[in-house]
Structures are given as structure tokens and as C-alpha cells.
């Protein structure tokens, strides 16, 4: 258990302002218009969070405006131990964003593998890591080829690749909520995939089910002087879901607010890259 524990403990944070161009040129599965006053401020407080409660070093990149989606970082980059695996988003569009996000990366020193395969795509917010293997989701923004290549670049873990036929991203309805705990959306096709997770691992994971699938995207770690933290929805926007929660004992518990960012698909994962830069890197 020990070691599956240092999976999640981090030092450090990289997070990137929200751009103005957010509340009309990010991307989106619905029409949802966006407060962008509320969703900067949204995201202030999700900044602060990590910075003062969780005690976090933050790294703050500015916001681009010509990158609308720049603020969800987490598609950006798979972080693993000290290796950096730069991605290829999705969506052509938001492609020069991992460029800031190399330069921030390099940086804290971490080892830098840039996927340059112009057939491979994927979006960070695909790839659960569950401290023991990856599962990757295949969605509209990922495909065989990226999960081949982060098998690849990642290879002391095996790497299970699984159908997202609903929503954006694999963690749209699932994140993990602890070692061995993947908290999991009640919809059926987000209980079918982690039926089909199940079915390729080796491990049995515990699984948290909450009512609202977009409830299920929440920010695990477990900190030295903290224990366990998590980062979850709020009562407000998930009111059943949040309850849920508190199943969690011993946990510190963080209700965060994400009812803007969710307008454009964004969950809290999608926030902040986080990762564990030892002292001597």
C-alpha cells in the first residue's frame, strides 16, 4: 500500500489562468452560456485551494487568448514519477497549448517525451492513473495509437484502454477517490466501462458510486502531513452526490465549486497538473 501511495503525493501543481475567449471560443458539448467573471473567479478559489489548504507549490501560467481552452491543463500533459509525456490534444485547436506547458514542465526539471506521431491523439483528461496501472479512454479526443504510445513511454505500468461512448473524456464520470477507490458516475454506460475496467485489471477496486456522473470527476491526494485529501463538487451544484462524500472517513474533505468550467466540459481534474518533484530534481 505504501507504494501505491506515493502515486499521490504531490509537490507541486502547474494551473493556467482563464482566458476572456473562454465564455464564447472554448469548446462545448452544449450550448451553455458562461458567466466568465464567475468562472475566473471559480477558478481563483480552485487555485487558492491548492495553494493554502493543500499547501501546494503552484506554478501559474498566464491565460492566452488565442487558446480558449488553455485554462483545462490537465490535457496538456500525463505526469508519471519524473517523466513528462507532452500530448497530442484532440482537437487541432487547442494543440499549441501544450507548449507552455512543456517550457513550465522542463522547468521543474522533469524528464521530457513529446508525442510527435501525427496519427496519435490524446487528451490527459482520458488517462486515469490508479497509482498501480493506467486505463485510457478511447473518445473523441483520444485514440489507440496515443494509448500506444503512453504504454510505451510509461512502461513499469500496464496501460488498459477502454470505449468512452458517452461524454467528453474517460474522467468526465470517473476519477479516483483514494488508493484502490475509483469513484464512479451511476449512468449506465459509466457503470458498463467500469465494469469493463474491472474485467482488464488484475486488482479489485473499491468503487464509490455518486448519482451525478459529472460529481464523479474529483482530485485525490494523500499528503504527509495531511493524509488524505480530496477535492470534490459542491452541495449546490450536486446536492446528492456531495452527501456521498462523506462516506470518506478520516478524509480531509474540500467541496470545490466548478459550475462555470463545467459549462465548457471542464471537471477539477482538468484544472491543474499535479506532480511530485523530489527535493533533488
Known amino acids: 500500500m505504501a ?32 458567466d466568465l467573471v464567475r468562472a475566473q473567479r471559480e477558478h481563483e478559489a480552485y487555485v487558492e485551494v491548492l495553494k493554502t489548504k493543500v499547501g501546494l507549490e503552484v506554478v501559474e501560467l498566464p491565460a492566452d487568448e488565442s487558446l480558449p481552452d488553455c485554462v483545462f491543463v490537465e ?17 487541432e485547436s487547442r494543440r499549441r497549448e501544450t507548449e507552455a506547458m512543456k517550457q513550465a514542465l522542463k522547468e521543474l526539471n522533469m524528464k521530457i517525451v513529446e508525442m510527435e506521431d501525427e496519427n496519435a ?38 496501460v ?3 470505449p468512452v461512448l458517452e461524454g467528453l473524456h474517460l474522467k468526465s464520470f ?7 477507490l475509483i469513484v464512479i458516475g451511476s449512468s449506465e454506460h459509466a457503470q458498463k466501462t467500469l465494469k469493463i475496467m474491472q474485467q482488464m485489471s488484475d486488482h479489485r477496486y473499491d468503487k464509490l458510486t455518486v448519482p451525478d456522473d459529472l460529481a ?31 462516506k470518506l472517513k478520516d478524509y480531509m474533505l474540500i467541496p470545490v465549486c466548478n459550475a462555470q468550467k463545467v459549462k465548457v466540459d471542464g471537471a477539477l481534474t482538468c ?6 518533484k523530489k527535493a533533488n530534481n
Open 3 to 34: 507504494g501505491l501511495m506515493a502515486g499521490f503525493h504531490y509537490t507541486h501543481a502547474i494551473v493556467r489562468g482563464v482566458p476572456a475567449s473562454l465564455a464564447k471560443g472554448a469548446l462545448r458539448m452544449s450550448q451553455s452560456e458562461v
Open 75 to 91: 490535457d496538456a500533459a500525463v505526469v508519471c514519477g519524473d517523466t513528462a509525456l507532452i500530448t497530442r490534444p484532440g482537437a
Open 121 to 158: 491523439t490524446l487528451d490527459g483528461g482520458d488517462v486515469l492513473f490508479t497509482g498501480r496501472e493506467f486505463f485510457v479512454g478511447l473518445s473523441k479526443r483520444t485514440n489507440q495509437r496515443g494509448a500506444e504510445i503512453l504504454a510505451d513511454v510509461f512502461k513499469d505500468y500496464a
Open 160 to 162: 488498459s484502454t477502454v
Open 174 to 180: 470517473c476519477s479516483m477517490g483514494g488508493p484502490g
Open 216 to 246: 464523479a470527476n474529483t482530485v485525490y491526494m494523500n499528503l504527509p502531513n495531511k493524509g488524505h485529501v480530496l477535492l470534490h463538487c459542491t452541495p449546490e451544484q450536486y446536492p446528492e452526490s456531495a452527501k456521498m462524500f462523506d
Open 271 to 276: 484544472c491543474s497538473v499535479l506532480l511530485n
